[in-house]
Every structure is written in C-alpha cells, then in structure tokens.
C-alpha cells in the first residue's frame, strides 16, 4: 500500500527537497506537482490522491483559501515558513503543520501520522462493506453459505470462478473481477490474474509459488512485488 501525494508549492527548492523527502519513504508515491493550487487542479481531477503537501504563501491562491474552498477529501500536510498560520490551518482538519526549513525527521513523523490515519480510514471502510464473516453465491441451482474463513482460493475459468475449501469445489457463474471487488480485501489478495487467495491460508512462499492447504499457487510476476509486501507487511522477522 502505498499514499499517492502532490506537492503545492512555489518554490522549486521546497519541491525539490520534499520529493526528494518523499522518495525516501517506501509507504508514500508522488503522483505530480504545482506551482499553486490552481495548477493543481488537473492533478486533483486526474488522480486519486491521499495526502496533499500544501504551501500557504502561493500566487493566484494561498494555501488557506484553497483548503476553505476545496471539496478534496485526501489529507493535508501544510508546509510553510509562516508559523503564524498554525491556528487557522488546524481548525480547517489538517493533519500537521511543518515549518521550514523541515528536518526529514519531522517530515516522516507527519507522515507516519497520515499512514495511520489512512489505514484506520480504510479499515473503517472495510468493516462497513463487509460487517459479517461469511457470503452467498449461487451455485448448482441453490445458494450456498460460505464462511469466509472457509474459502482457501478462487480460480479463474472463462466467465466462472472455481471457489476452493478444505472440502468441496463449487462452480459459479461470476467473474474473478467481480468477486475481487466484494471479498473485504483485507482477507483476500489477488496473486494472478486467474487466482485470489485468503491470506489467512498462506503457509509458506517459495519463490513464486504460495502453498496453501495441498495447492500451490502461482504469483504472476507484475503483482509479485504488491503480494509479498502485503502478504509480510510488519511481520518479517529480520537478521
């Protein structure tokens, strides 16, 4: 999981040090940059951005009446050489104010703050799309109950989906798109385009292959980089 960010600011130097801060952050991804809001519009419009570095003094619009009158939903981190702004700026929900110059330590401790704050965000989200731990589908001209604590994988084939438990098979007319997007996915993680897996079930990689009950499964090369980072996430124990 990575926060796609921009940089508002009218000052090339400041942009260059925060992207150059940003790129040393694994968790953040800089999607584009501006000179002043206005200029940021497209960038707004044109992408889903989760958090927004935000100068105050800025031609055209400042920082302050840009956040009054934008309906962005992503968070904001005010960074500024004026901290007189503070009060104001907090009471319109920033996340933080950072004053310049910003010591990378201050930085990523802002940022830490919107990463947890997006995860909660998320997992708020989650639970209200997903309140109960099992699922219907329609299966054999019945409609079957599946825990999802049951369901170990989803296979792909054509338009149907072959569902896997320890103890059945059950074929379903549906798209493995379609049930990507109502599996809670913090439970289920897409592999390859032909498999979805319960990340509950994952007992042990080797190499590009998931072993999972008496399957392996094969993790397609463009997502392997995505699934292993949020198959281990914290929990690697390192050397």
């Known amino acids: 999981m990575k926060l796609k960010c921009i940089i508002i600011d009218d000052e090339p130097i400041a942009r260059k040090l925060i992207e150059e801060f940003i790129g040393d952050i694994d968790f953040l ?4 940059q501006a000179e002043n809001p206005a200029k940021a519009l ?5 992408n889903v951005v989760d958090l927004i570095f935000l100068d105050i003094n800025m031609p055209v619009i400042n920082g302050v009446n840009f956040l009054k009158s934008s309906k962005n939903t992503a968070s904001v981190i005010m960074t500024t050489a004026y901290v007189e702004h503070a009060v104001e700026a ?14 990378f330590e201050r930085f990523l ?8 704050i997006y995860e909660t965000k ?18 054999d001209n019945q409609i079957e109950k599946i ?26 007319y549906i798209t493995l ?19 979805i897996v319960n990340r509950d079930k994952i007992k042990s990689i080797e190499g590009n292959m998931l072993n999972i009950g008496s399957e392996k499964i094969t993790i397609s090369q463009n997502l392997r980089e995505k699934v292993l980072s949020e198959i281990l996430k914290d929990k690697m124990i390192k050397r």
């Open 109 to 116: 401790k802002a940022c830490n703050k919107a990463k947890e």
């Open 122 to 139: 998320k997992q708020i989200i989650q639970l209200e799309r997903n309140p109960d731990d099992y699922f219907f589908i329609k299966c």
């Open 29 to 32: 991804e800089l999607v584009g």
């Open 90 to 103: 907090f009471s319109l929900d920033v996340l933080d104010y950072l004053v310049k110059p910003i010591p």
């Open 147 to 172: 825990l999802y604590t049951d369901l170990l994988y989803a296979e792909s084939m054509l338009n149907y989906v072959l569902l896997y438990t320890a103890t059945k098979k059950m074929i379903v």
């Open 42 to 46: 497209s960038l707004l419009n044109d």
């Open 177 to 195: 798109k379609s049930l990507e997007e109502q599996l809670p996915e913090n439970l289920f993680i897409k592999v390859h385009k032909s498999f």
